[in-house]
Structures are given as C-alpha cells and as structure tokens.
T-cell receptor, first 113, second 115 residues
Framework: AQKVTQAQTEISVVEKEDVTLDCVYE???????LFWYKQPPSGELVFLIR??????QNEISGRYSWNFQKSTSSFNFTITASQVVDSAVYFC??????????FGAGTRLFVKA | SAVISQKPSRDICQRGTSLTIQCQVD?????MFWYRQQPGQSLTLIAT?????????ESGFVIDKFPISRPNLTFSTLTVSNMSPEDSSIYLC????????????FGEGSRLTVL
C-alpha cells in the first residue's frame, strides 16, 4: 500500500525566513511519481513539481527547491525568503501505476509580514 | 495543462436530497478523477471515471452513494445521493496533464454544504 506522511500540520514563519516542508512516502513500487501541490486560500489546487522515482536530482525554481532522497523516502520542499503570498496549504502526493494519486495530510504554512 | 470547469461552484442542500456536479474539460482525456476534501482535511480519491466503462471506486465509496457518469472524453458528472451533513465537503474533479507525466490538474471544486 502507498502512504504519504506530512508530519508538520502547521508552520508559521516571518516573511523572508526560509522554510522546509517535510514529506515522507511509502511504496513498494519501483516506479512512482512524487508531487507537490499548493492550495491557496482561494481553494484551487495548483501543481508545483513532479519527480519520478528514477530522477533524484534536486530542483530549484526561483525561491522554491525540492530535495528528493530515495534512501530516506523523502521529498522535501524548501521556500527561500518566504513571502506572504506563499501562505497556503501544501500537499505532497504520490502516484504509482495508473496515475492514481494519494495525498498527504497537508501542511498549512502561515507567512507573517 | 488542462482547463477544467466545475458546476456548481457551491451549493447549500437539504438533508436527503441529491446533487449532481458537472465537470467539463477543454481537451479529451482518458481518465478523470473525483476527489473529496472534507473541511480542513486532505484530498481523498472517490473514484476514477473512464469513458466507456463503469467508474472504479475506492474503498469506502460506493456507486449507490456516488454514481458517476462519463459519457465522453471531455465530460463527467458525480452525484452525491441522499445527502447528510457528513457529505459537506469540497468535491474536486481532476485529470492527468496532457504530457502524460502524472501531474493532476484540478477544477475549482464544488463546495457543498448539507443542512
């Protein structure tokens, strides 16, 4: 069975601080995809990034970076120099065969001005 | 990315009634997914809707409660039947991106409140 754990329920930071959102996953499949999604207060889910199980390269996109480590089954997400607009719920997700995607519980990030 | 439109965006319903949510996609897609997001919770997959076959339901969800139609490759409906207050949730339609790399694109969701 597949599982995604986001142990951090809520995180509160002050603007310009760096913040890391943790994600740990479980699967017995060797081929899988990992994702991060953002759900701002408006409610619409936005896809941020995808990683497949064969690609452990870290990725940076502007202030966002992702660290994928198969050895620890983790796919962590760091926001550098956080901004108020980053306030949202962030979901880590896992999909295996057939694109059925399961989501973690989400981490609610508050960025205070 | 795919553009997904859902209707209604929100509704207030009476206990015991049924409501049908519509999902329209701007491109043809093989699989459509219906998720439920209860207040303050994560997303839970209800079912996968494939065109030309019956929907595949996840554990805890049954066709009598959540009948799904998928008449063509751009449209699907989810009905929430015999509603109770516990059905108050956001219901989300989603599809896999056209690149086939697994990321999901979501409609804006249908927020149902059952009194």
């Amino acid at each position: 069975a597949q599982k995604v754990t986001q142990a951090q329920t809520e995180i509160s930071v002050v603007e310009k601080e760096d913040v890391t959102l943790d994600c740990v996953y479980e699967t017995r499949d060797t081929t899988y995809y990992l994702f991060w999604y953002k759900q701002p207060p408006s409610g619409e889910l936005v896809f941020l990034i995808r990683r497949n199980s064969f690609d452990e390269q870290n990725e940076i996109s502007g202030r966002y970076s992702w660290n994928f480590q198969k050895s620890t089954s983790s796919f962590n997400f760091t926001i550098t120099a956080s901004q108020v607009v980053d306030s949202a719920v962030y979901f880590c997700a896992l999909s295996v065969r057939g694109f059925k995607t399961i989501f973690g519980a989400g981490t609610r990030l508050f960025v205070k001005a | 990315s795919a553009v997904i439109s859902q209707k209604p965006s929100r509704d207030i319903c009476q206990r015991g009634t049924s409501l049908t949510i519509q999902c329209q996609v701007d491109s043809q897609v093989t699989m459509m997914f219906w998720y439920r997001q209860q207040p303050g919770q994560s997303l839970t997959l209800i079912a996968t809707a494939n065109q030309g076959s019956e929907a595949t339901y996840e554990s805890g969800f049954v066709i009598d409660k959540f009948p799904i139609s998928r008449p063509n490759l751009t449209f699907s409906t989810l009905t929430v039947s015999n509603m109770s207050p516990e059905d108050s949730s956001i219901y989300l339609c989603s599809v896999v991106g056209t690149r086939g790399t697994g990321e999901l694109f979501f409609g804006e969701g249908s927020r149902l409140t059952v009194l």
